[in-house]
Nanobody, 124 residues
Framework: QVQLAESGGGLVQAGRSLRLSCVASGRTFSTYTMGWFRQAPGKEREFVAAITWIGNRELYADSVKGRFTISRDNAKNTLYLHMLALKSEDTAVYYC?????????????????WGQGTQVTVSS
């Protein structure tokens, strides 16, 4: 079992930056592929970024590529999402998630564990 807790969300002006964190419980954080997803009101949960546990391969949604960076600190059991040049369309609840395999990292229902989410609101 892994418990995930996101933090770092808030209200920010368009063009500014924000860093989200996700702290994981347990001693096996380094063996999980980690992902960030987001869900805007009235929309389905969508993939944002993922980082595999083998090789630390990073993947990004096209909508955030070049602006967002995912990283992990296994010593701190923490996942990060650095968000630059935020846009109003980035407004959503952001969730971190964990899975044991490195396959299908962009598919929400392939993840085993989820955090409660943190709200990011970008004002234009």
């Amino acid at each position: 079992q892994v418990q995930l807790a996101e933090s770092g969300g808030g209200l920010v002006q368009a063009g500014r930056s924000l860093r989200l964190s996700c702290v994981a419980s347990g001693r096996t954080f380094s063996t999980y592929t980690m992902g960030w997803f987001r869900q805007a009101p009235g929309k389905e949960r969508e993939f944002v970024a993922a980082i595999t546990w083998i090789g630390n391969r990073e993947l990004y949604a096209d909508s955030v590529k070049g602006r967002f960076t995912i990283s992990r600190d296994n010593a701190k059991n923490t996942l990060y999402l650095h968000m630059l040049a935020l846009k109003s369309e980035d407004t959503a609840v952001y969730y971190c998630a964990a899975k044991t395999s490195i396959a299908a990292v962009t598919t929400p229902n392939m993840y085993d564990f989820w955090g409660q989410g943190t709200q990011v609101t970008v004002s234009s």
